[in-house]
């Protein structure tokens, strides 16, 4: 059986399509290994300790808690059955990605039974549970709340959407 030229430009087309697919699909998952590893090296703050550090002043009375020095982030909060030992943040349990322009007012309401009803019932019953807060311009803050949830798969625990919240300008 002999193909004809019109058989044989299509495909070498949709081998290039497959092809272009491919390295797309690779470029993702790089990008979000990337991410995931940036992440997860950073700095992860235990619930008690955030909570402690809510309202806290210093010796010379300034005003030093997470309440007094807010500013626009994403967060990342893993939930643990177990403490987490030698900054292992790789096994959570479950996992919630949001986004503030006052991102640490907003952990605390998640962490007072004010925000992701999940968490702070994972926290009532025993769980263990660290944020990773990771500041961010508001303009971005849509683009960077996508970019964890994608990297995180977080719409398969407690993410029901993909983000990218509609920021109403005062």
């Not at 697919?21 to 300790?49: D, M, P, Q």
Request: glycine share 6%; hydrophobic share 35%.
């Amino acid at each position: 059986m002999e193909l004809t030229q019109q058989q044989i430009y299509l495909i070498a087309a949709l081998a290039l399509l497959l092809v272009l697919w491919l390295i797309v699909h690779n470029s993702r998952r790089v990008t979000n290994a990337r991410l995931r590893r940036r992440i997860r090296s950073g700095k992860f703050i235990h619930y008690t300790e955030f909570e402690e550090n809510w309202r806290t002043q210093d010796a010379d009375g300034d005003r030093t808690g997470y309440k007094y020095n807010d500013f626009s982030g994403c967060y990342v909060i893993m939930i643990f059955e177990k403490k987490v030992h030698f900054n292992r943040f790789r096994n959570y349990d479950n996992i919630y990605i949001g986004q503030s322009v006052n991102v640490c007012q907003r952990v605390h309401n998640h962490f007072c039974g004010k925000g992701k009803g999940d968490v702070y019932a994972d926290i009532k019953y025993g769980m263990e549970a660290y944020v990773r807060i990771i500041p961010c311009k508001v303009k971005k803050l849509n683009q960077m709340e996508k970019k964890l949830i994608e990297a995180f798969n977080a719409t398969e625990s407690y993410n029901k959407t993909r983000g990218g919240a509609k920021l109403t300008k005062k």
